[in-house]
Nanobody, 117 residues
């Protein structure tokens, strides 16, 4: 089970840190990602991190502003979001990546981030 938290209302230029807690003992076996979905828009990839946390990936839209990290000892995934923009407003989801199927196969409950202008 994946449970995201840390969303809220923030002014443009501000920061938020999202967290995602995973239950079970297999968290470190999976690469993880963050996606977001704004109202009326398609789901968008935001960040990914390898199983060890040493490799990360971001789309251009958030590169340099967002940082993904993980703490395998605490089964926790984080997304540090800085210099937030109104267009970052969305529900953010943490997601498990299944290497065997090469797909994001398990989605947690999202957390809403609202950035005011």
């Amino acid at each position: 089970q994946l449970q995201a938290s840390g969303g809220g209302l923030v002014q443009a230029g501000g920061s938020l840190r999202l967290s995602c807690t995973a239950s079970g003992r297999t968290f470190s076996n999976y690469a993880m990602g963050w996606f977001r979905q704004a109202p009326g828009k398609e789901r968008e990839f935001v960040a990914a991190v390898s199983r060890s946390g040493t490799m990360t990936k971001y789309p251009d839209s958030v590169k340099g502003r967002f940082t993904v990290s993980r703490d395998n000892a605490r089964n926790t995934l984080h997304l540090q979001m800085n210099s937030l923009k109104p267009e970052d407003t969305a529900v953010y989801y943490c997601v498990r990546y299944n290497a065997a199927s090469m797909a994001y196969d398990y989605w947690g409950q999202g957390t809403l981030v609202t950035v005011s202008s």
